[in-house]
């Protein structure tokens, strides 16, 4: 079975430092990988997603992730965060067939901004 | 173009009471997915469902919870009998056809506490 890890719960980052937020996923095959950004009390906002291709990919709001197959990892990246970015990020995978259209999600990361 | 609209966000019911939770897919979207985020928690899937047709269930808790998309109307979850545990955060999203969880938008989802 697939699963999703972040390894950390809660990150603190300064406004205007950079950020990395971790995610290794576990699944026989390369999957579709994503990242979502919920607000406090709001969905989930689809940030990025890999699917093939490139390895780096960008998103909205100034994020990139970078899949490394060797590690199983799609790490999100931002050079700069703003005060706005303060919220929760999953990281989820699906499986790359079509007709299991299941996405599993990490535990998330609570990211805090300070000024 | 609206987004997936649910309804209501916040919900609470006495426990043994039922609860019933609507989703109105995007337009021209004919798959819909439901998730369940407990406190603390990442989503965990719930179940798929296409038009008059449950495709996957497989993370329906075997009581109590029953899941439709009828060919006109909302997709609602009905929990039967609620009690504390089943207080949560449900999300939908839905998806086109041609694109299943690759293309899914969710919902703001609906706040179910249960007293």
């Known amino acids: 079975a697939q699963s999703v890890t972040q390894p950390d719960i809660h990150i603190t980052v300064s406004e205007g430092a950079s950020l990395e937020l971790r995610c290794n996923y576990s699944?026989?095959?390369?999957?579709?990988l994503f990242w979502y950004v919920q607000s406090p009390g709001q969905g989930l906002q689809l940030l990025l997603k890999?699917?093939?291709?490139?390895?780096l990919v960008q998103g909205i709001k100034g994020f990139e992730a970078e899949f490394k197959r060797s590690q199983s990892s799609f790490n999100l990246r931002k050079p700069s965060v703003h005060w706005s970015d303060a919220a929760e990020y999953f990281c989820?995978?699906?499986?790359?067939?079509?007709?299991?259209?299941?996405?599993?999600f990490g535990t998330g990361t609570r990211l805090t901004i300070i000024p | 173009n609206a987004g997936v609209m649910q309804n209501p966000r916040h919900l609470v019911r006495r426990r043994g009471q039922e609860a019933r939770l609507r989703c109105s897919p995007m337009?021209?979207?004919?798959?819909v997915y439901w998730y369940r985020q407990l406190p603390e928690e990442g989503l965990k899937f719930m179940v798929y469902l296409q038009k008059e047709n449950i495709i996957d269930e497989s993370g329906m808790p075997k009581e109590r919870f029953s899941a439709e998309f009828p060919k006109e109307g909302p997709s609602i979850l009905r929990i039967q009998q609620v009690v504390r545990g089943d207080s949560a955060a449900y999300f939908c999203?839905?998806?086109?056809?041609?694109?299943?969880?690759?293309?899914?938008?969710f919902g703001q989802g609906t706040r179910l506490t249960v007293v």
């Open positions: 989820a995978v699906a499986p790359s067939n079509f007709g299991n259209e299941k996405l599993t």
């Open positions: 699944y026989g095959a390369t999957p579709y």
């Open positions: 999203a839905s998806s086109p056809s041609w694109g299943g969880v690759t293309e899914a938008f």
């Open positions: 890999y699917f093939s291709g490139d390895t």
């Open positions: 337009k021209g979207h004919s798959h």
